[in-house]
């Protein structure tokens, strides 16, 4: 087998997670590879949805900014050139603030941002093996166009999303089973809408047909959002939407809808001041276990004969939306859930609940613990939710990034160490987990010493992260 080359950190998955691991490990000094299945970058941000930092809980209830570093850098620079809108803080939603960008111009810094870094890149390569000696993992193998290849590494980070390479390399991991997981969704995007006529409807209809989804340390009573929602004068203000509930069951009871899946819209930027619409609830498969590929291939054929049947009803049912049309479909799907790796520290909800402090902490997070997608008309199931107490933040240690029983290893992104009710799959955390990593891996490196072994002093890692912008202390 070819050995394509070695390097001090082999990132595998070039999603969001990954490429903020990829940069952070880079400007940490590390040699540093960045090895994809397909041909570009992004992940959530700008291949599967949704793109554009939906939920970017850049700041808790309290209005205190509790995540910046990688995420907030990559806004920065496409806002100030052109390609993103200003972080939106709604005062009846804070706590789901947006910092939205033009996706495909996301993937374009990307690329930018790996050459700025000297990160190398290895695209169209599957990882189909690992390799390891004993229980220390030692780098993955690829197979491509130009065969099977080796690629070794002191440190490997699983950024997978799927947690890919810490299976293959013995690492213990929980998933659910088949039938309790998540739905899988395919985004799309439609642009010709008239939003105006979009607005007018909001305002008059607040009453019943939209989920304004306001925190609840925010205290808002339902008549006060009712009549907030009356005062918007800009789409902007609200940033996405849920709901038409009664045009959905108007269209069920016609047949003309489906019934694995609500209405909900995210407006999205495009150049010279273009907004589109991008729905991601509108298509929803259960029943789809994503290490599977053939329910990933069933996946894929439901959801687009699902994405069918919205584009119909948008046209016809929703108001704006009369002229609207097809602009994109994320060319493959969203997965919500799947493997969550063991590692030294399991967060749970009662560390969300609880507001707790970790002397590891690599990261923060807002994100209520027990809300579950579902695939029916409700998308959302609040049973059991927990959210941070007094409208506050919990921290994210360094210890659910490493697996346990296996050296040499981290994960970032969606298959960090939580329990089930805690599993905060959403594009703005694996940014936070993918950064600590890729830190973690270098310091790891020049240091000449294992992740497991870093958890007996993070004072570096946190130094450096702080240094990189990330928040780690002084909040609620």
Known sequence: MELYGEYDVVVAGGGTSGVAAAIASARAGAKTILVERIGTLGGQMNVSGPPGFAY???????????????????????????????????????????????????????????????????????????????????????????GRMAVRGKVV????????????????????????????????????????????????????EFNAMTHPYLGWTDEQII?????????????????????????????????QGGVGFFIMPRDNGVIQAHFQHSSHIDNVDPTNVRDLTRCEIECRKQVLVALRFIKKYMPGFEKSYLTRICSELRIRESRRIVGDYVLNREDVGACRRFKDVIGKSSFASGAKHVAKQETISYDGIVYPADGGSYDIPYRCLVPKKIENLLVAGKAI?????????????????????????????????????????VSELQEILQKQGAILFGTH
């Open 56 to 146: 970017a809980y850049m700041f808790n209830p309290r209005k205190e900014k509790i995540i910046a570093g990688f995420m907030e850098e990559t806004h920065h620079r496409l806002l100030k050139a052109g390609h993103a809108l200003p972080l939106s803080l709604p005062d009846f939603r804070v706590g789901y603030d947006f910092a939205l960008v033009d996706p495909d111009y996301w993937g374009l810094l990307m690329f930018e941002m790996m050459e700025e870094n000297g990160v190398h890149l290895l695209l169209h390569s599957p990882i189909v093996d690992i390799v390891k000696n004993c229980d220390s993992i030692r780098g993955v193998v690829v197979e491509n166009v130009s």
């Open 157 to 208: 980070i699983d950024c997978t999303g799927e947690g890919h390479v810490a299976a293959k390399a013995g690492a213990p991991y929980e998933q659910v089973s088949t039938e309790d997981l998540e739905p899988h969704t395919l985004s799309f995007t439609v642009d010709g809408v008239d939003w105006d006529k979009v607005l007018d409807y909001v305002r008059n209809n607040a009453a019943y």
């Open 227 to 259: 009549e907030r929602i009356r005062q918007v004068k800009d789409i902007r203000e609200i940033t996405n939407f849920m709901g038409f509930y009664t045009l959905r069951d108007k269209a069920v009871a016609a047949g003309e809808y489906h019934k």
């Open 417 to 457: 160490s939580t329990d089930r009710d805690s599993y905060a799959r959403f594009l703005q955390l694996t940014m936070v987990t993918g950064q600590a990593a890729g830190v973690a891996a270098g310091v790891c490196v020049r240091r000449g010493i294992t992740p497991r072994q870093l958890e007996d002093d």
